[in-house]
């Protein structure tokens, strides 16, 4: 059974950083890639990261390139969100999520974790 379970949420400074973590189990990481989305209150949900394990590679869009950093914990098979100069902008709910390739179509996610929710306030 797939679990997607994310933590590490809360409130911070706008400049301030967060570390989201998603504890991945029951299927075979390497064949997949997990996606970082974020959804605020009337808006669409919004691909911030994707990690793929069997490449290597990753994808960041324009509005978190630079600032956000998707990693690997392999030994515990957990999926980290390192965020950094956090903006008013970036309050969401974050979620986590499994697909074969990856994409900022959020359609094409099969798994999700419960999400964790992000508030940069002053």
């Known amino acids: 059974q797939v679990q997607l379970v994310e933590s590490g949420g809360g409130l911070v400074q706008p400049g301030g950083s967060l570390r989201l973590s998603c504890a991945a189990s029951?299927?075979?990481?390497?064949?997949?890639?997990i996606g970082w989305f974020r959804q605020a209150p009337g808006k669409e949900r919004e691909g911030v990261s994707c990690?793929?394990?069997?490449?290597?590679?990753?994808y960041y869009p324009a509005s978190v390139k630079g600032r956000f950093t998707i990693s690997r914990d392999d030994a515990t098979n957990t999926y980290y969100l390192q965020m950094n100069s956090l903006k008013p902008e970036d309050n969401a709910v974050y979620y986590c999520?499994?697909?074969?390739?990856?994409?900022?179509?959020?359609?094409?996610?099969?798994?999700w974790g419960q999400g964790t929710q992000v508030t940069v306030s002053s």
């Open positions: 999520a499994t697909a074969w390739g990856c994409s900022g179509d959020s359609s094409d996610y099969i798994n």
């Open positions: 029951g299927f075979p990481l390497d064949y997949y890639v």
């Open positions: 990690f793929s394990s069997s490449s290597g590679s990753t």
